[in-house]
């Protein structure tokens, strides 16, 4: 039972993980780093459902 | 139990999948094969597959055709790994236990030429994160179930089950123990920066209880080296963190608090760390050290691998018989063959000869450097907050002198996970140059000013 725990926790946040880094540019290339970040969101500031805030 | 095999090959099969969009991905799942050896966690279908192969063949393939080399450079400590590798291939040739050699060459050349591959496919920040992240996660499945066994009963030196029922690979209690006890500071970088994970109490909790699961892990396996490492790492952290007082009181407290819910087993394996005349793993591990010294002053470059199986040992062991009254101590002979190495330094020497021993700890050695410069490259002024490369490089160097201290006592210079850490230190030792010297260049260019962004 803690082996299946373990094993669905883990692989779950690799597997989110990996498809987080599909939507990054900057994974393959650092001067696409998300400009968007340095950039404020007043329209986000209200709200916490941020796609790319870390609900892991 | 077959239903573990069909999560696993459906978690392969995902993540293979999406490398089809962004190949790097595939160098992920190689780590993670390499690290958790799935095939072994599965009992059917799942060891069919000569999984660790494909995934290579994926890995290298995949960034060989379809991935840009840009930024991709050799640097001179690929070239040592390389160095190694041809040595090892030499000593091989000529190594004693012909048979036994081979079948260490056949997992030693995967673990070296991906050591050495590997840097040249980190080229971003988050390529360096994502590795890590991999890292932390497959070594953090083993841990999470170990841990949470050792809070629930069970456990013991080479008897704690963690998902996979052999004492083998990573596996090994000391071996394990090691690494989970090298994950933490990684584990506790990818919660202060991390940008896949980004900082969140969430990730915070999940990263506190994951350190708590590692730092269980020499508790549950009673490997003593993992305590030594735990302590190294402790002293390390005195090292940054910024109330040094306040950190030793509560560690101090916290161990305190610890010790009477250690089991009795733990203790008494525990206590033969100073007093190691009773006991056989430790003094035999004396003897062979000794026997290595001996060995390679007729073979100065080495046996070969498992040269070890060359010794032979006899000894006086004290054994008591009886108790109160009739208690009595004799000494009886005991006889060793082929004792392993216990230790990654003997291991290069014996195997490899001065020469191998040599390019290994120039290898390590390079890499404990530029941790340490890049660390006081980047340490914050008064007033200003730790940033990501100062942050990376302390955690590396503390992840790098756990491995080398647990290393002591253990043979796992050829283990993937050393060479792991290895290779995040070339690749982003390559990465910080190649901005320095983009920044020269001047700041017209466009990354100039998304990096000025990016490293807040």
Known sequence: MIDYFAIALTHGLMALAAWRLLARPDLDDDSLASEEKAKPKPWLAARDDNPGDGHG | ?456
């Open chain 2, 1 to 456: 139990m077959a239903m573990v095999d069909l999560v696993l090959l459906a978690f392969i099969g995902l993540i293979a999948a999406m490398g089809l969009k962004r190949p790097f991905v595939w160098i992920l799942l190689y780590i993670y094969v390499d690290l958790v050896i799935p095939q072994k966690v599965g009992w059917g279908i799942i060891q069919m597959f000569p999984l660790s192969l494909m995934m290579f063949a994926l890995a290298f393939g995949g960034w060989l055709v379809l991935d840009s080399k840009e930024g991709s450079r050799f640097t001179f400590r690929q070239g040592l790994i390389v160095a190694l590798l041809g040595l090892c291939a030499f000593t091989t040739f000529r190594a004693e236990f012909q048979d036994s050699a081979w079948e260490k060459w056949d997992w030693v050349w995967k673990s070296l030429l991906f050591a050495a591959f590997l840097p040249l496919t980190m080229r971003t920040r988050l390529r360096i994160e994502a590795v890590a992240l991999f890292m932390v996660l497959s070594i953090g499945a083993i841990c999470i179930s170990g841990g949470m066994k050792t809070v629930f009963g069970g456990g013991g030196y080479g008897t704690l089950r963690l998902l996979v029922v052999e004492n083998s690979g990573i596996y090994e209690s000391s071996i394990i123990s090691i690494a989970a006890i090298a994950i933490i500071p990684i584990a506790v970088w990818l919660a202060r920066f991390g940008t896949v994970f980004r900082p969140h109490w969430t990730v915070a909790a999940f990263v506190a209880a994951l350190s708590f699961a590692c730092l269980l892990m020499p508790v549950g396996t009673n490997a003593r080296t993992g305590l030594v490492c735990a302590a190294v790492l402790a002293a390390m952290m005195l090292r940054t963190v910024k109330n040094r007082f306040l950190y030793a009181g509560i560690a101090g407290v916290a161990l305190v608090m610890a010790v009477p819910f250690l089991p009795q087993s733990y203790l008494e394996r525990m206590s033969t760390i100073f007093d190691h005349k009773e006991d056989e793993s430790a003094s035999t591990r004396i003897a062979v050290w000794g026997w290595t010294l001996d060995y390679v002053k007729e073979h100065p470059m080495g046996g070969g691998f498992d040269a070890y199986r060359a010794n032979s040992f006899t000894y006086q062991m004290p054994q008591v018989t009886g108790s109160g009254n009739s208690r009595s101590v004799t000494y009886v002979e005991v006889t060793d063959e082929g004792r392993a190495y216990h230790s990654s330094y003997f291991e290069m020497l014996g195997e490899q000869g001065w020469l191998g021993l040599g390019l290994w700890l120039l290898l390590h050695g390079i890499g404990l450097l530029q941790m340490e410069l890049v660390r006081r490259r980047f340490r914050p002024a008064k007033g200003e907050k730790l940033g990501w490369q100062g942050g990376l490089a302390e955690a590396l160097q503390q992840a790098h002198v756990v491995f080398m201290i647990g290393a002591l006592f253990v043979g796992i210079a050829f283990q993937p996970f050393g060479f792991l850490i290895v290779g995040m230190e070339i690749a982003f030792g390559s990465y910080l140059k190649r901005q320095a010297e983009e920044q020269r260049q001047g700041p017209s260019r466009r990354w100039a000013t998304s990096h000025a962004a990016l490293s807040h």
